[in-house]
């Protein structure tokens, strides 16, 4: 590890310690030439899946592009940005769990819409209009229906 001091590669672990939830290890640690103390972060790499997009591209996933469709959903409702960062690492959690090496963003797109929906029923038909590309109003007013019969049953 480079030390952020000196520039110096020589230094010690003086102390180490798990993140809460046990995916990230701090270490303190110390520059053998200059002394300088500094903290790093490791982190195990996660190779996520592919995204095979509508017209067949593929891509690599992107956390970014989902937190900001969920910006964009949650704008003005009481979504926290934790919540929606909660929702992201779900889903890439489920990704990782598959074990599959390309996924449909269809697959990506229902996970985020079935969260939504538990979170932000608001939230969830303004991501669902974007996502589905609804034809007409008749397609848009049905999805509020279902919505609001499920809500009944519960």
Partial sequence: MKCP????????????????????????????????????YEKIENILPHVVKKDSSRQSFDRQKILQGLERACEKRPVSVEAREELVTRIEKN????????????????????????????????????????KDIKEFMQEIKDIAYNKKKI
């Fill in 95 to 134: 990704l990782l769990a598959s074990g599959e090496k390309e996924i449909p963003s269809s697959l990506i797109g229902e996970q985020v819409m079935n969260s939504l929906k538990e979170i932000d029923e608001i939230a969830y038909v303004r991501f669902a209009s974007v996502y589905r590309q609804f």
């Fill in 5 to 40: 001091f000196c520039g110096d590669i020589e230094d010690k672990v003086i102390d180490s310690r798990q993140s809460k939830e046990g995916d990230i290890i701090r270490r303190r640690r110390e520059c053998l030439k200059c002394e300088g103390r500094f903290t790093s």
